[in-house]
């Protein structure tokens, strides 16, 4: 614990994504334009051989951003209009715009207790037309993939995995990503693998899947530029992978760093009766978290972050406080009693590799100042 003295704690640094290794950035930079490597060149390749290396897959795919890929990933997979799409309703909007452009109508339901799709709901919420549940790993966090596995074998449903926070976590020991047909990863800035920019990949084990996402990826052209399917236009820059090929090459570090941070949350904030903290790196075994983000529930919430902001510390609310299934103007009608109460108490606190740990000493004296 350190005396409470007024610092600056923003939420994420940006200028740290490029500060923090800027020479070897720069040699990247000058190396790949001085040969004009711009576009599907010799560093996408080896990004994706990594990539899919370290996530134990067969096949990783870089494209323009992780929306993308999830939306072409439903499509090589075979979903058709109006079929359902099971989600958590605690995601991002492109969770549910992926299987709105593939064609079909995602159907959210409640999260559960770990802020991830709430299991014990999905079998009501499928029908005649459900074809897939697709979980968000959410927070850096692998959902339950026994429960959801075991459901979709029972209902012959698909399973595809929103991973675009959870790169590296697992499950059993299992990676984000490789429980279904496919997974999204995002490389936004503030992810942990962030790149400059937009960008993003599919892993998968499917072959078939994989030649097809290969082909969507570039207007659908094969290797002899022959057009066999309509395509998108979403190839990850050759730059952007050169980039991520180096983060890749440290990111163990990052993660180690990240769960050093929870650790120093979860003893200083755990026995607060006014906040529930995010499951415990020690709770349970089958799980291992990467703490993309530090999600707390907090009674009070709003005066908690308006006294934080006042006292240097950047928090934020994710998705800017709006579940899924809150946007009538998309059509989305249901309502969602449990996660509508959580999303009154959700917060997340800053936790990215330009805190020290004095700095996060600071964010929860200031949590149990604010309390007392």
């Not at 037309?129 to 459901?151: E, H, Y």
């Not at 052209?221 to 890749?248: P, T, Y």
Request: aromatic share 10%; charged share 25%; glycine share 8%.
């Amino acid at each position: 614990m350190i005396k409470n003295k007024f610092k600056d704690v923003p939420f994420f640094d940006y200028p740290s994504v490029y500060k923090r290794h800027k020479k070897e950035f720069l040699r990247i930079f000058n190396d790949v334009c001085s040969k004009g490597a711009f576009i599907m060149q010799s560093e996408l390749l080896d990004f994706e051989k990594n990539l899919a290396n370290y996530t134990n897959s067969k096949y990783a795919i870089g494209v323009a951003n992780a929306t993308d890929g999830l939306q072409m990933l439903l499509l090589a997979a075979g979903i058709k209009p109006y079929d359902e799409v099971i989600i958590s309703s605690h995601t991002m909007i492109a969770t549910a715009g992926a299987v709105h452009f593939s064609g079909g109508i995602p159907v959210p339901i409640n999260a559960g207790k770990d802020h991830l799709i709430d299991v014990e709901e999905i079998e009501s919420a499928i029908t005649s037309k459900t074809k897939a549940i697709m979980p968000t790993q959410l927070n850096g966090r692998v959902a339950d993939m026994d429960s959801i596995t075991k459901i979709a074998r029972k209902y012959d449903l698909m399973i595809f995995e929103d991973s675009a926070q959870a790169l590296g976590a697992k499950y059993k020991g299992v990676s984000a990503g490789n429980f279904g047909l496919g997974g999204c990863i995002s490389f936004y800035p503030a992810k942990v693998l962030g790149c400059f920019g937009d960008g993003g990949a599919v892993i998968c084990n499917d072959d078939e899947i994989y030649e097809k996402l290969i082909l969507l990826r570039d207007h659908g052209r094969g290797k002899s530029s022959d057009v066999e399917i309509w395509g998108l236009n979403s190839r990850l820059d050759n730059l952007q992978a050169a980039f991520l090929n180096f983060g890749l090459s440290q990111y163990e570090k990052a993660i180690n760093r990240r769960r050093a941070i929870a650790k120093i949350y979860d003893e200083r904030l755990g026995t607060l009766d006014e906040i529930v903290i995010p499951p415990t790196q020690n709770g349970d075994l089958n799980h291992f978290d990467i703490y993309q983000n530090y999600e707390i529930e907090a009674n009070d919430r709003d005066n908690l972050k308006s006294f934080l902001k006042e006292n240097g510390v950047g928090t934020l609310v994710q998705w800017g406080g709006f579940p899924i299934h809150s946007f009538e103007k998309l059509g989305f009608t249901k309502q969602l009693e449990h996660t509508e109460k959580l999303f009154k108490k959700l917060l997340m606190l800053p936790l990215n590799l330009t805190v020290t740990d004095n700095d996060i000493h600071y964010v929860c004296d200031m949590i149990k100042k604010f309390y007392q």
